[in-house]
């Protein structure tokens, strides 16, 4: 497939034909996956072990989370410091890569406040007109 080809759907292609995958799937493809927007996010504040993080996501199970961990430690988001003490210390934090994406977060941290706030008062006008026409 030609660079023009595999761009042609994307609506900034004269910005992003001259890499081989479109910058916004690649980013697609980094984020998605079980709960790895909410890893990045709970490490944006801070470093963090592995129970600490289980802890912020209970649904998680820890297969998942490990799955999710090594995956963007292979993408370079996170790092991963193993200590040699007994038992095992490992603690998980944000690589300069990562730490990139902190205000793309908190803009979607932004976005979702606003959201709900919308949808209050959505919900507050909703009842007072309900309640105007009894």
Same mark, same amino acid.
């Given at each position: 497939?030609?660079?023009?080809?595999?761009?042609?759907?994307?609506?900034?292609?004269?910005?992003?034909?001259?890499?081989? $995958?479109? +910058?916004? %799937?690649?980013?697609?493809?980094?984020?998605? @996956?079980? #709960?790895? !927007?909410? /890893? *990045?996010?709970?490490?944006?504040?801070?470093?963090?072990?592995?129970?600490?993080?289980?802890?912020?996501?209970?649904?998680?199970?820890?297969?998942?989370?490990?799955?999710?961990?090594?995956?963007?430690?292979?993408?370079?988001?996170?790092?991963?410091?193993?200590?040699?003490? $007994?038992? +095992?210390? %490992?603690?998980?934090?944000?690589?300069?890569? @990562?730490? #990139?994406? !902190?205000? /793309? *977060?908190?803009?979607?941290?932004?976005?979702?406040?606003?959201?709900?706030?919308?949808?209050?008062?959505?919900?507050?006008?909703?009842?007072?007109?309900?309640?105007?026409?009894?």
């Amino acid at each position: 497939m030609f660079d023009a080809e595999r761009h042609n759907s994307c609506h900034m292609s004269d910005k992003c034909i001259r890499y081989k $995958v479109c +910058p916004m %799937v690649l980013v697609q493809q980094l984020l998605s @996956g079980k #709960r790895k !927007i909410l /890893i *990045l996010w709970y490490l944006s504040s801070k470093v963090l072990r592995f129970n600490d993080i289980k802890r912020r996501l209970p649904d998680v199970t820890q297969k998942m989370l490990t799955q999710q961990l090594r995956s963007l430690e292979e993408d370079n988001l996170i790092y991963r410091k193993v200590y040699p003490v $007994v038992p +095992p210390k %490992v603690e998980y934090g944000l690589t300069d890569l @990562g730490e #990139r994406i !902190i205000p /793309i *977060l908190e803009m979607m941290h932004g976005f979702g406040a606003e959201y709900l706030e919308i949808k209050s008062s959505e919900n507050v006008l909703q009842r007072k007109a309900s309640s105007d026409m009894l």
